[in-house]
Antibody, heavy 118, light 110 residues
Framework: QVQLVQSGAEVKKPGASVRVSCTAS????????IPWVRQAPGQGLEWMGW????????NYAENFRGRVTMTTDLSTNTAFMELRSLRSDDTAIYYC???????????WGQGTLVTVSS | QSALTQPASVSGSPGQSITISCTGT?????????VSWYQHHPGKAPKLMIF???NRPSGVSNRFSGSKSGNTASLTISGLQAEDEANYYC??????????FGGGTKVTVL
């Protein structure tokens, strides 16, 4: 069964960093991209970027450049997304997915709620 | 403000057909045959319903179909069912090797 399982909910203070993990199973991890997408409360989906599973390449959305780092660990089939200098408007559900072709995300992880609050 | 424009809501009665539009530019929808549609029930993971404009993944009902004309893509749901009530998002590959999403459309089954 192809699936992505994400780490649990996080509560962080403004200015802190958060690291979300995404562990894959049921497919050959090394042959896909792993994108990250977030959804703030009451808002739509926002693409954050992607990382190649060999860690050789990343592509971040302009809104997140300088604050986000996406990495993978082939030995554990796990992808990570670290977001720094958190603000209250970073409160959102963060999703990883398996990307194939230019723009096809399937399946998605279950989502990780990150709450930023003082 | 989302890069792709979708109507905020669309509704229909059971058995009817509805169409959701998704408007972009020549830098995204109009420039690539790479439009996807996702169904999202609150609290669950989004689900891919249409990829590469017109294709359905295995297991997705043939009541869902996609199309594109110029800078606008569309998702049609025929034979509307109660279980189709959800939020639907379009996305497109875009220049600069990025992906853009629409703002989402809430589908209500009356």
């Amino acid at each position: 069964q192809v699936q992505l399982v994400q780490s649990g909910a996080e509560v962080k203070k403004p200015g802190a960093s958060v690291r979300v993990s995404c562990t894959a199973s049921g497919f050959i991890f090394a042959t896909y991209l792993i994108p990250w997408v977030r959804q703030a409360p009451g808002q739509g989906l926002e693409w954050m970027g992607w990382v190649t599973t060999d860690n050789r390449s990343t592509n971040y959305a302009e809104n997140f450049r300088g604050r986000v780092t996406m990495t993978t660990d082939l030995s554990t089939n796990t992808a990570f997304m670290e977001l720094r200098s958190l603000r209250s408007d970073d409160t959102a559900i963060y999703y990883c997915a398996r990307q194939w072709s230019l723009n096809n995300f399937d399946p998605w992880g279950q989502g990780t709620l990150v709450t930023v609050s003082s | 403000q989302s890069a792709l424009t979708q109507p905020a809501s669309v509704s229909g009665s059971p058995g009817q057909s509805i169409t959701i539009s998704c408007t972009g530019t020549s830098s995204d929808i109009g420039g690539y045959d790479s439009v996807s549609w996702y169904q999202h029930h609150p609290g669950k993971a989004p689900k891919l319903m249409i990829f590469d404009v017109t294709n359905r993944p295995s297991g997705v009902s043939n009541r869902f179909s996609g199309s594109k004309s110029g800078n606008t893509a569309s998702l049609t749901i025929s034979g509307l069912q109660a279980e189709d009530e959800a939020n639907y998002y379009c996305s497109s590959y875009s220049t600069s090797v990025t992906v853009v999403f629409g703002g989402g459309t809430k589908v209500t089954v009356l």
